[in-house]
């Protein structure tokens, strides 16, 4: 009853345990599949994070050659590759769900020569997570959305498995976005990615990092989105950021999501939200009358509702206004 496609794979449930620091040894991911999770994503690779060692590296000793920081931007990543090839090859002999791999990119980089190199170590897929905001003047609409596509047609050249990409919720045209990524021949798409948290200690001045979990309130824009993408773009899509208890899955997967993906409630309540996840969504298909989950995905999206202005902004004045009236 709980058998779910997302991205070409076939989940014994629609629960992944999302990129995280609960997903980076073989023994953690033994113990969530044992908890119950239909897939784990691997935590993610970053691109940030391999450039930041290599300079930490080149400013740590005294060589004067130019080459240096591109000598060690290729010893740090091979050796950080490598570890993660071995993490996916232990982790597929390890369970019998399917394991993704995850690559955190904030470029158009060389990611492709590695991106086979995940699919040849075992990766049941590949999930880009693209993290990039347009900080500047000099960046123009539709330019981050562009940068999605570029990444995903290059890793896409390069694999055969299956192709995921994690979005923000920030991008402009954001339906228009998943519907390029779509057509560029993306297997699915996560809504969303939840970037680093900033803040500021106003008694240091100085920025900080904000908390790291999602809310449950959050919950809000991630069905909003759901809900319109899924009802205008033929693709599935997993949902991510305020997904905390087992009404939330049933949220999402009624908004449109075949699959969601848990971070912030792992590490808040621990592996055995997943039991009490599948549990609530077992009963609930049952009492509603759905024989399968398939049949419940995306009933209340953009385009099986009568009034799509519950998930338009305009529905807050309309809201308003009859509140005000009585």
């Known amino acids: 009853m709980l058998k779910t496609q997302y991205a070409g794979l076939e989940l014994k449930n629609p629960i992944i345990a999302a990129s995280s620091g609960l997903t980076d040894s073989v023994e953690k991911i033994i113990a969530l599949e044992k908890a119950g999770v239909g897939a784990v994503v691997l935590k993610s690779l970053f691109e940030e994070q391999l450039a930041s060692q290599s300079e930490h590296l080149l400013n740590s000793s005294d060589s004067d050659y130019p080459e240096a920081y591109d000598y060690l931007q290729h010893i740090v990543k091979a050796h950080e590759v490598e570890k993660y090839l071995t993490l996916i090859r232990e982790a597929r002999q390890a ?40 900080p500047t003047t000099e960046y123009r609409p539709g330019t981050i959305g562009k940068l999605h596509v ?56 100085r920025l900080v990092a904000g908390h790291p979990f999602s809310t449950p309130a959050e919950l809000s824009d991630t069905l909003r989105w759901l809900g319109i993408v899924s009802g205008q773009v033929k693709m599935t899509l997993a949902a991510s950021t305020g997904v905390h208890s087992p009404e939330d899955l049933v949220k999402v997967i009624l908004a449109g999501a075949s699959a969601a993906e848990l971070c912030s409630t ?58 005000a009236n009585h």
């Open 95 to 134: 369970v019998s769900i399917p394991v993704i791999a995850s690559i955190n990119c904030y470029d158009d980089g060389s990611w492709e020569s590695f991106a086979a190199d995940l699919e040849k170590a075992g990766a049941s897929a590949i999930e880009l997570n693209i993290q990039k905001i347009n």
């Open 150 to 205: 570029e990444i995903l047609q290059k890793v896409k050249a390069t694999v055969h498995i299956p192709v995921t990409v994690k979005i923000s919720r920030n991008l402009s045209n954001l339906v228009s976005v998943v519907d390029q990524l779509r057509a560029a021949g993306a297997a699915g798409v996560v809504l969303f990615n939840r970037p680093w948290q900033p803040d500021i200690d106003i008694r240091t001045r």
């Open 266 to 323: 792992l590490y808040i309540n621990g592996e055995a939200i997943v039991a009490k996840m599948l549990d609530f969504l077992t009963g609930w298909l049952k009492e509603q009358g759905f024989a399968s989950l398939q049949e419940a995905v995306g009933a209340l999206n953009y385009k099986n509702i009568p009034d799509v202005a519950y998930y338009e902004r305009l529905q807050f004045i309309r809201q308003y206004r009859e509140a």
